[in-house]
């Protein structure tokens, strides 16, 4: 049974270079015997067992496609973001092939680029058909060529292992043949069509779930005799978004720093620390990873950024990572104000920093999401409208990170603004409404500060309404309590706004069953509009008009006709007879007076 673990070497995000793999074949070159070698043999080094190994499925699922006999498939494209593990879990997969005597030629290439394939295919020539060492190319398709199974051939048993494949172009010409005797196994986070195909399948590695990831946690802090509280490890693992890298990394600061899960947890929970801060350095990453988690996405970034519509992948992830990772919908990053943002910070293309003329569209939008799910860097599932965009949410902290903080503050208005915009003034649709909701609770906590400055959002507003609106009248009301609070803190008493929190809360406190608490709360609102706006203002008079009804509706069915019938004078004078409100005010006064006929009659 094959396991796997976190992430290392490749899954760390900093891939050979072609001419380190040139270097390699140099050596190669210097020191291989001209004579073919013996087999077994295994070309290239396959990176060292991470410590502390969890199963996971996935490695059931690539043995299983080589173990179906006659229906098998023998070319696999494992893929996943950066972190999942994707190295790992194919270095497992051929050590256990190895070691159970499943291949006789096992060759493991670190693909970063098309020379370091190259060069990776030229060491096997060399090592195994004692090829040119001269001409690597040359060699590098001799060994593809003597893949290729030939009538009265020993056969040969292989494994072809194409580690952090980055770009699709790359291996385009170096697939592996077909053979029944031979496997190939490329690991990448790209998700394009063109990596799979006929007789190729592609296998989604995904997180660690909650289970995995604390006996993960657990084991890796016991092996340097840590024990910490299952709970905080759960907590802990959740924190990290159950991301094997993340989970290595931040295990080894604990242990490096002698800190406990629950103190860590609190630094995490510091949103003004960098995720960087709180993971080792570069040189003291464990299981020889050659990256930290806030690099391992960046060039993963550049690689979605240039894809077309160039420039746009990074502001728009940018976007997303003020969003509920668990889902934003299409509405929202296709919204007026995103293709604002997005124009106003699409990348120059070319070394000449040149920006496109056009303004950036829906059409354009839905494409940058493509590019970064191409990368991995998302999920964009359009057939799923509501929550069509998905990003974890340590991609999206990373992300946050590179931000300048007056940057960090302006996009975070520029998110309030698409949620806004996106949100409908009734609301039809119950999923789209909670999602809505759901996403403006995730940029509150990510970016309150600046929700209030230079004042309150309508969008912290809006949710309020949003609530009652679902039914959640009591909902409404405590958020609007604890508007009416911040904005009374940030901008004072009188301030316009902190008046139309106060609203908010009296209107769905008496929504909530309290009528008679609204009543008073109007009251209190009501004497201190007319000291601030005055007796004419139209929220003055609304303050007027609320205070009657649930006046009324607190069993004052008289006070509540005479409050109408004096509100009635002003907004005929005020805004004239054929105003919405004014009519308002008549309907209220005849509903109040019958129910005055009513209540007499009852007594």
């Given at each position: 049974?094959?396991?796997?673990?976190?992430?290392?070497?490749?899954?760390?995000?900093?891939?050979?270079?072609?001419?380190?793999?040139?270097?390699?074949?140099?050596?190669?070159?210097?020191?291989?015997?001209?004579?073919?070698?013996?087999?077994?043999?295994?070309?290239?080094?396959?990176?060292?067992?991470?410590?502390?190994?969890?199963?996971?499925?996935?490695?059931?699922?690539?043995?299983?496609?080589?173990?179906?006999?006659?229906?098998?498939?023998?070319?696999?494209?494992?893929?996943?973001?950066?972190?999942?593990?994707?190295?790992?879990?194919?270095?497992?997969?051929?050590?256990?092939?190895?070691?159970?005597?499943?291949?006789?030629?096992?060759?493991?290439?670190?693909?970063?680029?098309?020379?370091?394939?190259?060069?990776?295919?030229?060491?096997?020539?060399?090592?195994?058909?004692?090829?040119?060492?001269?001409?690597?190319?040359?060699?590098?398709?001799?060994?593809?060529?003597?893949?290729?199974?030939?009538?009265?051939?020993?056969?040969?048993?292989?494994?072809?292992?194409?580690?952090?494949?980055?770009?699709?172009?790359?291996?385009?010409?170096?697939?592996?043949?077909?053979?029944?005797?031979?496997?190939?196994?490329?690991?990448?986070?790209?998700?394009?069509?063109?990596?799979?195909?006929?007789?190729?399948?592609?296998?989604?590695?995904?997180?660690?779930?909650?289970?995995?990831?604390?006996?993960?946690?657990?084991?890796?802090?016991?092996?340097?005799?840590?024990?910490?509280?299952?709970?905080?490890?759960?907590?802990?693992?959740?924190?990290?978004?159950?991301?094997?890298?993340?989970?290595?990394?931040?295990?080894?600061?604990?242990?490096?720093?002698?800190?406990?899960?629950?103190?860590?947890?609190?630094?995490?929970?510091?949103?003004?620390?960098?995720?960087?801060?709180?993971?080792?350095?570069?040189?003291?990453?464990?299981?020889?990873?050659?990256?930290?988690?806030?690099?391992?996405?960046?060039?993963?970034?550049?690689?979605?950024?240039?894809?077309?519509?160039?420039?746009?992948?990074?502001?728009?992830?940018?976007?997303?990572?003020?969003?509920?990772?668990?889902?934003?919908?299409?509405?929202?990053?296709?919204?007026?104000?995103?293709?604002?943002?997005?124009?106003?910070?699409?990348?120059?293309?070319?070394?000449?920093?040149?920006?496109?003329?056009?303004?950036?569209?829906?059409?354009?939008?839905?494409?940058?999401?493509?590019?970064?799910?191409?990368?991995?860097?998302?999920?964009?599932?359009?057939?799923?409208?509501?929550?069509?965009?998905?990003?974890?949410?340590?991609?999206?902290?990373?992300?946050?990170?590179?931000?300048?903080?007056?940057?960090?503050?302006?996009?975070?208005?520029?998110?309030?603004?698409?949620?806004?915009?996106?949100?409908?003034?009734?609301?039809?649709?119950?999923?789209?409404?909670?999602?809505?909701?759901?996403?403006?609770?995730?940029?509150?906590?990510?970016?309150?500060?600046?929700?209030?400055?230079?004042?309150?959002?309508?969008?912290?507003?809006?949710?309020?309404?949003?609530?009652?609106?679902?039914?959640?009248?009591?909902?409404?009301?405590?958020?609007?309590?604890?508007?009416?609070?911040?904005?009374?803190?940030?901008?004072?008493?009188?301030?316009?706004?902190?008046?139309?929190?106060?609203?908010?809360?009296?209107?769905?406190?008496g929504r909530a069953g309290d009528a008679a608490g609204a009543a008073a709360a109007f009251e209190e609102l009501l004497a201190d509009r007319l000291?601030?706006?005055?007796?004419?203002?139209?929220?003055?008079?609304?303050?007027?008009?609320?205070?009657?009804?649930?006046?009324?509706?607190?069993?004052?069915?008289?006070?509540?006709?005479?409050?109408?019938?004096?509100?009635?004078?002003?907004?005929?004078?005020?805004?004239?007879?054929?105003?919405?409100?004014?009519?308002?005010?008549?309907?209220?006064?005849?509903?109040?007076?019958?129910?005055?006929?009513?209540?007499?009659?009852?007594?």
């Amino acid at each position: 049974m094959s396991h796997t673990g976190a992430a290392t070497a490749s899954e760390g995000g900093l891939a050979n270079t072609g001419y380190l793999a040139i270097d390699r074949l140099t050596l190669v070159q210097q020191a291989a015997p001209r004579t073919p070698a013996a087999w077994p043999h295994q070309v290239g080094v396959l990176p060292p067992r991470a410590q502390s190994f969890q199963h996971r499925t996935e490695a059931d699922q690539l043995r299983a496609a080589v173990d179906g006999g006659g229906t098998a498939v023998l070319a696999q494209v494992l893929t996943g973001t950066g972190g999942v593990g994707k190295t790992q879990l194919a270095a497992d997969y051929a050590r256990t092939a190895w070691d159970g005597g499943e291949v006789d030629v096992l060759v493991w290439i670190s693909a970063s680029s098309r020379s370091a394939i190259t060069a990776g295919y030229a060491q096997a020539g060399v090592e195994v058909l004692a090829a040119d060492p001269g001409d690597p190319e040359q060699a590098a398709e001799a060994f593809l060529a003597w893949l290729e199974p030939k009538a009265g051939q020993k056969p040969c048993r292989w494994l072809v292992v194409l580690d952090d494949v980055a770009d699709p172009a790359d291996i385009r010409g170096w697939w592996p043949p077909a053979s029944r005797h031979g496997r190939a196994l490329v690991t990448t986070r790209r998700r394009e069509a063109a990596l799979t195909g006929a007789g190729r399948r592609r296998v989604t590695l995904g997180l660690f779930t909650p289970q995995e990831a604390v006996a993960y946690v657990t084991a890796v802090l016991a092996a340097h005799d840590r024990h910490e509280p299952t709970d905080q490890i759960n907590h802990l693992a959740a924190d990290l978004g159950h991301l094997p890298l993340a989970l290595a990394q931040a295990a080894a600061y604990l242990i490096d720093t002698d800190l406990t899960c629950a103190s860590y947890r609190g630094l995490l929970a510091n949103r003004i620390r960098r995720l960087a801060d709180l993971l080792p350095e570069s040189g003291a990453l464990p299981d020889d990873q050659s990256a930290t988690l806030a690099a391992t996405w960046s060039l993963s970034i550049e690689r979605a950024n240039q894809i077309r519509p160039v420039g746009l992948a990074r502001p728009m992830l940018q976007l997303a990572a003020m969003l509920d990772p668990n889902g934003i919908p299409a509405a929202v990053l296709t919204s007026q104000p995103a293709l604002v943002h997005l124009t106003g910070h699409r990348a120059p293309i070319g070394t000449g920093g040149i920006h496109p003329p056009a303004r950036v569209s829906a059409e354009d939008a839905a494409l940058a999401l493509r590019a970064l799910h191409r990368l991995s860097l998302i999920d964009h599932t359009p057939d799923t409208p509501h929550q069509a965009v998905r990003v974890h949410q340590l991609i999206q902290r990373a992300t946050r990170d590179t931000l300048t903080p007056d940057q960090h503050d302006r996009l975070a208005r520029t998110a309030a603004d698409t949620l806004t915009t996106a949100w409908p003034a009734i609301e039809r649709d119950a999923a789209l409404a909670q999602a809505l909701r759901a996403n403006t609770d995730v940029l509150t906590r990510t970016a309150e500060d600046a929700l209030y400055r230079p004042d309150p959002h309508d969008v912290l507003f809006r949710i309020g309404k949003s609530l009652g609106q679902a039914g959640q009248a009591a909902a409404a009301a405590a958020h609007s309590h604890r508007l009416a609070e911040t904005t009374g803190h940030r901008l004072g008493p009188d301030h316009p706004d902190t008046l139309a929190a106060r609203s908010h809360l009296a209107y769905w406190q008496g929504r909530a069953g309290d009528a008679a608490g609204a009543a008073a709360a109007f009251e209190e609102l009501l004497a201190d509009r007319l000291r601030v706006l005055g007796p004419d203002h139209p929220e003055t008079l609304a303050a007027r008009h609320n205070f009657a009804s649930f006046r009324g509706e607190a069993g004052d069915a008289a006070g509540a006709a005479a409050a109408f019938e004096e509100l009635l004078a002003d907004r005929l004078r005020v805004q004239g007879p054929d105003h919405p409100n004014t009519l308002a005010a008549h309907d209220d006064l005849a509903h109040w007076r019958g129910e005055m006929v009513v209540d007499e009659s009852t007594d």
